[in-house]
């Protein structure tokens, strides 16, 4: 980013995603697998278009619930009451767009995290972030408050890769992808769960385990590790018969810019930082709505060795 673009840093550092949002997790007794599967069903629908205005109504009726037993189920499922998981899930697209796209005016970011009301959206990210959207945005890439940078493996890999120029993407539109998934919390090696949970099923059921890929759903630049939302999915010809653990879903088609990278564990994430942070504010292209996309050619959580081989697909579109 050429450096008059990026303003002086604020005195004090600016806080995470996790530490602003203030969400109260209460303990509960495990979800069950159809409880899972339904709630799963809704976040489905919550991250297609996060701008939509879904009543708890609505909702309920997709995970086939009564409103009010929705709401305790989604509780013990997330973690999360259904405003704290949509208002979080809405502040984070915005923080991560007032980085991403220097010139899109706020109000317009405002509009696609389901806000009409600049001086609402104004006030709910003050309470969240304790900055107002235009001091972030001035802020937030000089910040030196990055969690992943408190990973030891993570931060070697970004200072490896520091002085590395980001591989010429190729811009391509993908189709939309039926998979087989399984979600979870948390950037690091606990993902191997995930990936076995997925192999296992996947010999059970005799399905192919070729197609891996995997969502990142946060920024870590702004959000701890452990609070980051994952997806591992393998691509499916067929619909699920039964569902359970493993869910099923279709990944969104659309224009992305393609990035091949190769590597180790813990370099990953640094590369991903730096297409989002350096590549895409100055790429004539906007962050879409969508999560980030990875496409396994080996899958460094399932290697023995850690070492990674993989496109990392960007969604954008034109201004």
């Known amino acids: 980013m050429p450096d008059s673009l990026i303003a002086k840093p604020l005195k004090h550092d600016l806080p995470t995603a996790a530490e602003s949002i203030k969400v ?17 069903d809704v976040l489905f629908q919550l991250h297609q278009d996060i701008a939509a205005d879904l009543g708890a109504k609505k909702l309920a009726k997709i995970a086939a619930y009564s409103e009010q037993h929705f709401h305790r189920v989604f509780l013990q499922v997330t973690g999360e009451n259904l405003n704290q998981y949509v208002r979080r899930t809405r502040m984070e697209h915005a923080a991560n767009q007032l980085m991403f796209d220097p010139y899109r005016p706020i109000s317009e970011i405002a509009e696609t995290c389901g806000y009409q009301s600049l001086s609402s959206f104004s006030r709910l990210f003050k309470n969240n972030f304790s900055v107002s959207p235009g001091q972030w945005r001035k802020t937030v890439s000089t910040s030196t408050k990055k969690p992943y940078l408190e990973d030891p493996e993570i931060a070697a890999g970004w200072q490896k890769i520091q002085q590395l120029q980001l591989p010429v993407p190729e811009l391509i539109e993908l189709p939309p992808q039926r998979v087989a998934y ?34 990142h759903h946060s920024n870590p630049l702004l959000v701890p590790l452990a609070q980051c939302r994952y997806v591992a999915c ?27 990278f190769s590597g180790k564990y813990g370099e990953l994430l640094p590369w991903i930082s730096k ?21 396994y050619h080996r899958n460094h959580f399932l290697a023995q060795d850690e070492q990674f081989e993989l496109t990392f697909y960007q969604p954008v579109g034109l201004y």
């Open 275 to 295: 297409v989002q942070q350096q590549w895409l504010p100055q790429s004539g292209f906007r962050a879409k709505t969508t999560p980030a996309v990875v496409h």
């Open 24 to 40: 109260e997790c209460l303990p509960a007794k495990p979800a069950s697998q159809t409880q899972t599967t339904r709630i799963n």
């Open 234 to 260: 393998l691509a499916i010809d067929q619909p699920l018969l039964r569902r359970g653990v493993v869910n099923q879903m279709v990944i969104p088609g659309g224009l992305h810019a393609a990035f091949y």
């Open 182 to 215: 399984v979600r979870h919390q948390g950037y690091g090696r606990s993902i191997r769960l995930a990936w076995q949970t997925l192999q296992a099923w996947a010999a059970t059921e005799q399905r192919s385990f070729r197609q891996q890929w995997g969502l």
